[in-house]
């Protein structure tokens, strides 16, 4: 029987390479209904992404530029979804 691994997505920006890091540190979230990224304001799931970018950067990407990725992609979202009532986000 053949078997195959499954492979991860292609990232083709280091924009791309900095949304995946933090939400596989958990540092930012997807709004379920809307698809906007949050920030969750975890300091350490954020320094677990800047760990990730320092320790394993892209190919071809010094540490310092994956980690100002990692900051460009923390400083251009907000905590909250702009199409959520604000109410709504309370609950969640």
């Given at each position: 029987?053949?078997?195959?691994?499954?492979?991860?997505?292609?990232?083709?920006?280091?924009r791309?390479?900095?949304?995946?890091?933090?939400?596989?540190?958990?540092?930012?979230?997807?709004?379920?209904?809307?698809?906007w990224?949050?920030?969750?304001?975890?300091?350490?799931?954020?320094?677990?992404?800047?760990?990730?970018?320092?320790?394993?950067?892209?190919?071809?990407?010094?540490?310092?530029?994956?980690?100002?990725a990692?900051?460009?992609?923390?400083?251009?979202?907000?905590?909250?979804?702009?199409?959520?009532?604000?109410?709504?986000?309370?609950?969640?």
């Open positions: 029987m053949l078997m195959t691994k499954q492979r991860r997505p292609a990232i083709r920006t280091l791309g390479w900095a949304i995946h890091v933090l939400q596989e540190a958990g540092a930012i979230r997807e709004c379920e209904e809307h698809g990224m949050q920030d969750r304001a975890d300091p350490h799931a954020r320094e677990r992404a800047f760990n990730i970018a320092r320790q394993d950067p892209p190919a071809d990407v010094s540490r310092d530029v994956a980690e100002a990692i900051r460009d992609v923390l400083d251009s979202i907000g905590d909250t979804c702009p199409e959520c009532p604000p109410d709504e986000e309370e609950r969640r």
